[in-house]
């Protein structure tokens, strides 16, 4: 398993930045997705930011062009800028692995504790 965990949250004015960071310990070598979600009270939990190795990242359409992901396996990071009071949530780190023979691939994703981002209008 991967034990992930994140720092950087806070509290921003509409239109400041903030920087998530998440680095991930354990069995790091089998993680082929690393992103972050969040979830704002009374609403599901959304994607902001995936990072597959290999691949393309993909954004959430509410933060695109506002947000950057970056970073590479064991440590990932989210730029945000030009913060609003949507972007209010506990952010989440995640990480996804595969591991095993062809025939027979293992998954398991993992979830950091969360960070809360809080802005103010």
């Known amino acids: 398993q991967v034990q992930l965990m994140e720092s950087g949250g806070g509290l921003a004015q509409s239109g400041g930045s903030l920087r998530l960071s998440c680095v991930a310990s354990?069995?790091?070598?089998?993680?082929?997705?690393m992103g972050w979600y969040r979830q704002a009270p009374g609403k599901e939990r959304e994607l902001v930011a995936r990072?597959?190795?290999?691949?393309s990242v993909n954004y959430g359409d509410s933060v695109k062009g506002r947000f950057t992901i970056f970073g590479d396996n064991p440590n990932v990071y989210l730029q945000m800028n030009n913060l609003k009071p949507d972007d209010t949530a506990v952010y989440y780190c995640?990480?996804?692995?595969?591991?095993?023979?062809?025939?027979?691939?293992?998954?398991?994703?993992?979830w950091g504790q969360g960070t809360q981002v809080t802005v103010s209008s």
């Open positions: 354990g069995r790091i070598s089998s993680i082929d997705v």
């Open positions: 990072n597959p190795r290999g691949g």
């Open positions: 995640y990480a996804h692995q595969t591991w095993g023979p062809v025939e027979r691939q293992y998954t398991h994703e993992s």
